[in-house]
Every structure is written in C-alpha cells, then in structure tokens.
C-alpha cells in the first residue's frame, strides 16, 4: 500500500514547484515510508510513497512505460488479487513483464483497454495514469471504496490525493468550512456523504467511479454499482456459492512478500479470517500470528446490552488454543485511549469515530511491530445483514439512516448562525432519500427483500464507507496494511440478490454465512450471538474524556465553540442520560470525545469558518 498525489495544470510550467510537491509526498509519508518517486514534467506532476508488500524492486513508482511514440506514468494505491490471470491474458497480448508486482499489471492493463481496464479488477485500489501524448488524467477507484482518492479543482489545477492533507500541503487548497462542512460535522458526522470532502470544494472520487481530467476539463462516470438480479439458485447451491468466493477471497489476499497475520476479536468474522487463513499458513509450514485487543479492567466494568450481550474478551483464548495459532493481545488503558483521539484526527484528517478510531491507531502501531499486512473481518455485517438494524422490523422499516436517529439532538448543538432557515431532519433525510432512490430494485421483488436491498445501499454507502475510512486511516498511519476480504465485490453482487430470508437462515443474524462456513469454527464462535468493536466501559474513560472537554470548554479561544453552543456543551457533561450519536457504537462517552476531536481539528488544521 502506499500514498498517490499529483497535481495537473495546463496553465504554467509545474517544474519549478519541487518544494510544493515534496510538502505533498511529505505529508503522506507514513503511508509509505519504504520507497519514494516523483514525476514531473511541464504540465503534470505524480507523486508516490510505497510500502512495499509484493516485488519490491520490480514495482517502483511512478511507473512510466514507452509504447512507440508515447508513454504512460502511473502512480497506484491498492492490491490486486487476480494479478496471475490477468499478467496471463496480457501476455497472450503480447506484453512483457519485468517483474510480478501488480502495479506493472495494472499500468499495462490501462495501455490495452484504457478506461475500461477497471471492469477487469478484483481488489482494492486508486490509481491515476498520466497519458503523455493526449495530455489526459485517468483515475479511478475501487468499487467497494477500500483505497482513497481525493481530490480538488481550482481554476485551471486539478489536485489529487489519498488524503486530504496531501492536498492541504498544496498552497491552492486552504482548510477553509462552509457551511455545507459545518453541518457534515455536526449533523452526520463522523460519515460523509459521498464524494463530500467536508472541507471547502474538496470531494472523493465515489467508489465505483472513475474520470479524466484534461484541457476540456473534468468528467467522471460510475462504472460499477450493485445491480439486482433474480436469483435461481437454490439454497444448498447458494451455501456452497457463498463458501467458495468467502473461502476464494480471503486465500487470494493472503499473497505476500512480508510477514502478515490476521485481527482476531472472537467474533464470527474475524474467526473465518483466521481458520482458512491458519490453514493456509499450516499447508506453508509456518504459523499464523492473530492479533486481539482489549482494555484495561474492561471484565470488571462490562455490562451486558442488547448490542453487546457477551465480551470478546472470553472467547478469544479459546479460539486462539483452537486454531493452535500465535497470538498476540493488546491491552490499552484510559489514557493511551484519550491521547489517542488526536493521532486518530491525524490519521483522518477529521474528527472520526473518537475512541474507537483511537483504540484502532494505538492497536495497529502494536501490530505493526510484528507483520506489514493483516487481514481483518469488515463489511460482513454490511453484506450479509448482520446489524441489528437489519433484523428488528420496526428500525428497518423507519425512515431515515437506522444509525442516525438523533438529528434533533445533534441539531441542538448548532449555533443560530449555522442552524439558521435550516430543518436538520429534512437535511439528512434528503441525503437518504438520494440513496434510496439510487438503488437497484426488481418489480417481482417482495416489500421486504425491496428494503434489504434499500438497507444494503445505505449501509455499503454510508456506515460502510465510515468503518473502511476508518481502518485505512488508522493503519497506514502505521504503515499497516491491512486487507478485507469481505469487501470482495463478487460477495457483495451476489449477497446483493439473495433473497433476505436465506441470510437471515434459522433466523440468526448473517445465518446464512455461519451455514456456510460451519465447519471452519468450533460451535461456541460459530453460533455467538454478534458483538460490535469492543469499547471500553472504564467510568475512568468518561471522567477522562469530560475533564478535558471542560478544560477546552474554560478556554474561550476554543474554536469548538464557532461552531457549537457552549451550554448545549456543557449539558453533555452533566446529563446523565446515554444518548446515541452514531449507532451503538458512539454514545455519551464517544460523543465527549469526538467534541474533543472537533476542537483539536480545527486547531491542528488551522480550520477557517467561510
């Protein structure tokens, strides 16, 4: 994995900016502090910082290649898992290779069927080719959103990165919030909508796009969405299909020059990661290293929820003497998690999932230690419908993003001047209404399956799209990468028009995946009921996160307060009642916290108010 920027202006010569552009390549290093290269010529400038993972003298970039009179530069971000078949069919073509990294398939695959290349990719990615000879910018980005792309236009400069503090680091981008910002923030926040950058005209190429940038312009066009089919499988053939392309895309992601492992929580997701991952590294004589994370105390102070009915705590030892694995356990304290949140803000560039971002970039700086790669359980619950929202009747059917029921709260934080001719529910709701909307439906299909597949576009283009930032972020701030190969877009297509009653299979939640990988688990993990990302329940946590947040709130330069009403603030801190911000998984401790996150943002950020 790696970091991508570039800049492409028509309008003046780019090689006398080399100070600008290492600000940007600088910025991003963490990405990939193993290998750096820039490109520049008179009208294009491609940047790149590489970890290297797979044929690491063979994949420098930029990668330029000749073809008679013309050249193609790429910088790329990403994994490939059909590498071979693809290198394969190329070469029937007629190319040549000089070494196996996926980076020279994907430029080759560009020069044989442009754009369209894309269409023929299984894997994460964002990537840019600089056509020479027609003065052209192609760009695209995975379908599923795992790897980043960001960019901005400004005049006659289009600017390009993985994240936005690449393109901070350029002197055309200014972190500058309007009010469409503010009320991402405060109102939606820590999800986006899509292709929003949050901070003034910046925006993200959406997953599933891809676009060109030349003399005429920009244009982007989606080239993949989830499209409904009837499905004429039967139940037993739909089992042994969901099997084999679980099974297929997690030992396709296993490819690797350096050491890598997998994230073990206990759980159902992880724990398929793990087994067929164990038994891959068995068939090569060498161990499996799983990693765990838990917090201090976190026995003594659990409570059992409707959410979180049993701690992953209990069923890791067991997994872990099961699979006859090496494991690793970290244990973070209270204020490893607070002074976390503002590396986390770091890692983002916004504030985020507050405490759970921060558990996240202090657990992957400890993995880090051991592998460069890990594989890890996301977007399952997204695919296979395993939230809780997915299965009580009365949330599905609700309108509005089953995550974010508390506009009204949220909204009560606003000041007038941000909240002033705004109806905040008609805000969020328009912005579901889009996706709804957006989704491919069947005339025959049944009210319910028509909300499943309602329910599975805003969970992979909303909550999804929060977690993927999420784990991006936060490991590559270590240069961790980590891989998820629930993402792989064949599961998603075909999980897309199974009928709701055979996911929800014996009704269990995502029943229809532990039918199918029954005999990788042992019983006790296979048939758990789902526990979300484990928080901690430490009361020292929240009288952390409160004492700080008053201390911000005493500070009245605090820039927090541009934004939000200080008494509405300070009722945070003494209401006693739990009210979500952002599902389950952000409640009043987690709401303490991202304010914090909001204050170090702007100040860190230097954030202007339009």
């Known amino acids: 994995m790696c970091s991508i920027a570039g800049v492409i202006d028509f309008a003046k010569d780019l090689r006398d900016q080399g100070a600008v552009f290492a600000a940007m390549q600088r910025s991003m290093v963490s990405r990939g502090p193993d290998q750096h290269g820039t490109y520049v010529t008179e009208n294009a400038a491609l940047l790149h910082n590489r970890l290297c993972v797979i044929d690491v003298e063979n994949g420098r970039q930029p990668m330029t290649v000749g073809l008679g009179p013309r050249s193609y530069t790429l910088v790329y971000n990403g994994e490939l898992y059909n590498t071979d078949e693809i290198r394969a069919e190329l070469a029937a073509l007629g190319h040549t290779f000089a070494g196996h990294s996926d980076t020279e398939v994907v430029l080759k695959s560009f020069i ?5 290349c894309v269409d023929k990719f299984n894997g994460i990615f964002a990537f840019a080719v600089w056509d020479a000879a027609e003065r052209r910018l192609f760009m695209a980005r995975d379908r599923m959103g795992v790897k980043p792309f960001f960019y901005a236009l400004r005049g006659d400069t289009f600017l390009f990165a993985s994240e936005i503090k690449g393109l901070l680091a350029h002197p055309a981008v200014e972190p500058v919030l309007d009010r469409e910002g503010v009320l991402e923030i405060v109102l939606t926040g820590p999800g986006r909508t899509p292709g ?7 925006e993200e190429l959406r997953p599933g796009w891809r676009g060109w940038f030349d003399e005429n312009g920009l244009r982007t066009e989606r080239y993949w969405m989830l499209k409904a089919r009837e499905h004429t499988d039967d139940l037993q053939t739909t089992v042994d299909t969901v099997r084999f392309l679980v099974t297929d895309a997690i030992e396709r992601q296993l490819v690797s020059d ?6 073990l929580s206990g759980g159902l997701d992880s724990g398929i990661i793990c087994s067929i991952a164990n038994l891959h590294m068995k068939a090569r004589g060498l161990p499996l290293h799983t990693f765990s994370v838990d917090y201090k105390d976190h026995l003594a102070y659990f409570h059992e929820t409707r959410f979180q009915p049993t701690s992953d705590t209990l069923f890791i030892p067991g997994l872990v003497d099961w699979l006859g694995c090496e494991s690793h356990l970290t244990v973070l304290d209270t204020l490893e998690l607070a002074d976390g949140l503002y590396e986390a803000v770091d890692a983002r560039d916004l504030p985020g999932m507050s405490d759970v971002d921060s558990s996240l970039v202090q657990f ?11 594989l890890s359980g996301e977007c399952a619950d997204e695919i296979f419908g395993g939230y809780p929202w997915y299965r009580d009747e009365k949330i599905r059917m609700a309108e509005g993003f089953p995550w974010a029921q508390s506009i009204q709260y949220r909204a009560g934080f606003l000041l007038p001047e941000h909240a002033q001719g705004l109806d905040p529910r008609e805000y969020v709701m328009e ?6 909307s957006d989704t491919d439906t069947l005339d025959t299909d049944s009210p319910t399956d028509k909300r499943m597949r309602e329910m599975m576009r805003l969970n992979t283009d909303w909550f999804m799209q929060t977690l993927l930032d999420r784990k991006d972020r936060m490991s590559m701030y270590s240069a961790l990468e980590v891989r998820v190969p629930f993402c792989d877009h064949r599961i998603a297509e075909y999980l897309y028009s199974v009928p709701w009653e055979w996911k929800d299979l014996r009704h269990y939640e995502k029943g229809l995946l532990r039918q199918a990988m029954r005999d990788y688990l042992p019983g006790e993990v296979l048939w758990r009921k789902k526990s979300p990302y484990p928080k901690t329940h430490n009361p020292a946590y929240m009288q952390e996160v409160s004492r700080r ?5 005493a500070d009245r330069s605090s820039p927090l307060t541009q934004l939000m009403r200080r008494d509405a603030l300070l009722a945070l801190l003494d209401d006693d009642k739990s009210q979500p911000w952002y599902g389950q998984l952000m409640t009043t401790p987690q709401t303490i916290a991202y304010m914090l996150q909001v204050d170090y943002w702007m100040r860190k950020y230097n954030v202007k108010l339009a």
Do not use: E, S
């Open 112 to 116: 044989q069927w442009g754009g369209a």
């Open 196 to 202: 929003q950058g949050v901070f003034k005209d910046v």
């Open 258 to 263: 350096v050491p890598i492992g997998t994230f």
């Open 364 to 374: 992957c700086k400890h993995i880090k230690k051991h592998v460069t790669v890990a």
């Open 431 to 436: 912005k579901y209404r889009m996706t709804i």
């Open 549 to 553: 947040l008053r201390a911000v709130l």
